[in-house]
């Protein structure tokens, strides 16, 4: 069964700091790879996304980098905000195309 | 509302019952998640519907599990005999179409909290 990986598990930032959080995935036809974040008690919601035909995706702080050869790619935040504090999932298509979802990295940045 | 909604927020249930939860996703999206997010884990993919074909359920964790999706729109997820381990939140999603793309971004529900004593 196909698995994403991610890490680090947790991550505590001093506010104005970056967060990067890193996910590894397989094989797959597809090219959608998307982020999420989670506040507490509320369900994920789409954060940004990047197709694999460009190497970096911006908008705003964040940032995803992907490198296709590696299978890997990263979000980075750059000068991290308590309010960014929440939970963050990144998903890679399966063969099937339905999305697998990374094991998730709590966010928590300190004013 | 124009977003996924679940119900009930929260059941509290005993061992060896049955529960029904409940999704609304919304209008015009054909396809349909379900994902069981155990406390500090990641999201685990359950069940897919898409359209009028066959639902994907590879991932069902058991045969007391199982979902319909009646008229392409309301989804309930129904778990038989349920067990401690069975106690998650179990979030619901919908796009407006299947397949990973930027055309099919999922919006999730905010999920029904499980406890099962």
């Known amino acids: 069964q196909q698995q994403v990986k991610q890490s680090p598990q947790s991550l505590i930032v001093q506010k104005g700091g970056i967060s990067i959080i890193n996910c590894a995935y397989e094989?797959?036809?597809?090219?959608?790879f998307p982020w999420y974040q989670q506040f507490p008690g509320k369900g994920p919601a789409l954060l940004i996304a990047?197709?694999?035909?460009?190497s970096e995706k911006k908008e705003g702080r964040f940032t995803i980098s992907f490198n296709k050869s590696a299978k890997q790619f990263s979000l980075h935040i750059m000068d991290s905000q308590p309010g960014d504090s929440a939970t963050y999932f990144c998903?890679?298509?399966?063969?099937?195309?339905?999305?697998?979802f990374g094991q998730g990295t709590t966010l928590q940045v300190k004013p | 509302g124009a977003g996924v909604s679940q119900s009930p927020s929260n059941k509290v249930t005993e061992k060896g019952k049955d529960v029904e939860l409940r999704c609304d996703p919304i209008?015009?999206?054909?396809?349909l998640y379900w994902y069981r997010q155990s406390l500090g884990q990641g999201l685990e993919f359950l069940i897919y519907?898409?359209?009028?074909?066959?639902?994907?359920k590879s991932g069902l964790p058991s045969d007391r599990f199982s979902a319909e999706r009646t008229g392409g729109s309301v989804s309930t997820l129904t778990i038989q005999r349920t067990q401690q381990e069975d106690s998650a939140v179990y979030l619901c999603?919908?796009?407006?179409?299947?397949?990973?793309?930027?055309?099919?971004?999922?919006?999730f529900g905010p999920g029904t909290r499980l406890t099962v004593l």
């Open positions: 999603a919908s796009s407006l179409g299947g397949g990973a793309s930027g055309n099919n971004e999922q919006f």
């Open positions: 094989n797959t036809a597809f090219d959608y």
């Open positions: 990047i197709r694999p035909d460009v």
């Open positions: 998903a890679a298509p399966s063969n099937t195309g339905k999305l697998i």
């Open positions: 209008s015009g999206h054909t396809a």
């Open positions: 519907f898409q359209g009028n074909s066959a639902p994907d």
